[in-house]
């Protein structure tokens, strides 16, 4: 991790992402930070002296704001790839599930896993993340679902952000599948997620929280009670929300005027205008819906008519999207779900941020986090256009430069 958490870049293309639509370019601009903190980001030319000095010539590469990835499962142990191989060879996702596959797997190597070692296995995967231009990562619980094993992902989570130098945003998921000891019992088992949650937001574990509505996850009034319990903690939630089947799940979380509704595929109408009067953003997640091989697509033309703020996340997972860049999320984002270049841009860094109602990053203006990638592009649209590759030149995060591609670059 590079020393000094101030610089000065020139000679730059800034893709600032200023203001509430188009890329905010800014050509043979500069970049100055003081402190982690962007103090100017404009034309060369309107640098203020006091900021000048010695600078690094960007050779006209793209510069953008770091990347959010607002939705993450990335804490795990252990992976599904075998599943992904009997898939293939015509095994059923009911037929792995019987055999004790699917999200149940995960969650007995989770509870296997000593802390460190679940660090030391979900670490290499945040470092790809970063690789690629993400500065911040959303991380969440899920695969423990009972205390001890929610506590030691969230206390990874953590761990994550302190190692890495990123910031890191954890969300409890105790309502993300049934554990095999409440089989058949989901109102018992949520009895006991809501009384988990103030006691892990009381070891400073939780900023937000979020469960998995949906006919193989839980229902609305299951829900409801999670949500209630975040209410009364002060907890912002979010929610897994219509991903395979309209569950109304958009307007629940709209209802309590959450961050975001999450998948949303199968959101009606009724669940966009719900999410539009709420301010709730709409998280799009289409490695999921590459790797199932969806065809239902979000309502995009409603979230658009109504000025729904979509993001773009990996929804990094070992299931339905083990996906370990976020710029190839806004490749596919593109692809599949026929974003421009500059939606899915966007969504990966100020709508990121606001699924995860953060406003101090995203976009690269004064007083805003010093959090910025350096492409070895020439134009944003490149960020789309290539799938795979590493494009990333150098990754600052906090004014502190922590990934870079060649051992000269800066
Ligand atoms: O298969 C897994 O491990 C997670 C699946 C993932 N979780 C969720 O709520 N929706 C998903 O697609
Ligand atoms: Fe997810």
Avoid at 91 to 117: F, L
Avoid at 137 to 151: A, M, P, Q, T, W
Avoid at 273 to 297: D, Y
């Amino acid at each position: 991790v590079h020393a000094a958490a101030s610089g000065l870049l020139t000679n730059a293309t800034l893709v600032t992402l200023d203001g509430d639509a188009g890329y905010g370019l800014v050509e043979d601009g500069a970049l100055a930070w003081r402190d982690g903190v962007i103090r100017f980001a404009g034309p060369r030319a309107g640098l203020p002296a006091e900021l000048s000095g010695d600078a690094v010539d960007a050779g006209g590469d793209c510069i953008t704001p770091g990347l959010v990835d607002c939705h993450t499962h990335l804490v795990f142990a252990g992976d599904r790839a075998g599943e992904f191989e009997q898939r293939l060879q015509g095994a059923g996702y009911e037929q792995i599930a019987r055999a004790g596959g699917g999200i149940v797997s995960t969650v007995r190597h989770v509870r296997d896993a000593s802390e460190d070692a679940l660090l030391a296995q979900s670490l290499p995967r945040a470092r790809a993340l970063l690789a690629d231009g993400a500065t911040t990562l959303e991380i969440k619980s899920g695969y423990g679902l009972d205390f001890d094993g929610e506590r030691k992902m969230l206390r990874v989570a953590r761990r994550i952000g302190d190692e890495l130098g990123i910031g890191v945003r954890t969300t409890f998921l105790g309502a993300h599948a049934l554990p095999p000891e409440f089989a058949g019992n989901a109102d018992g088992y949520i009895d006991a997620v809501v009384d988990w949650l103030p006691r892990l937001h009381a070891e400073g574990l939780v900023d937000a929280v979020d469960a998995f509505c949906e006919r193989i996850g839980f229902d609305l009034a299951q829900t409801r009670r999670v949500f209630e319990t975040a209410r009364a903690l002060g907890l912002p939630v979010k929610l897994h929300a219509d991903q395979l089947s309209d569950g109304q799940g958009a307007a629940l979380v709209a209802e309590f005027g959450g961050l975001s509704a999450d998948h949303v595929e199968h959101t009606s109408v009724d669940g966009v205008a719900a999410m539009a009067a709420a301010g709730t953003v709409a998280v799009l997640l289409p490695g999921a819906f590459h790797v199932l091989r969806e065809t239902q697509l979000p309502p995009l033309a409603e979230f658009r008519a109504r000025n729904v703020p979509m993001a773009v996340a990996t929804d990094c997972n070992p299931g339905t999207s083990p996906l370990l860049s976020l710029r190839q999320a806004m490749q596919l984002a593109c692809t599949h779900f026929r974003l421009t270049p500059e939606e899915a841009l966007r969504g990966a860094t100020v709508n990121g941020a606001r699924a995860l109602g953060l406003d101090d990053r995203g976009a690269l203006r004064a007083g805003m986090r010093a959090d910025f990638v350096r492409w070895r592009v020439r134009q944003p649209a490149e960020l789309c256009y290539w799938l795979g590759g590493r494009l990333g030149e150098a990754v600052y995060a906090g004014g502190r430069r922590i990934v870079q591609a060649r051992p000269d670059s800066v």
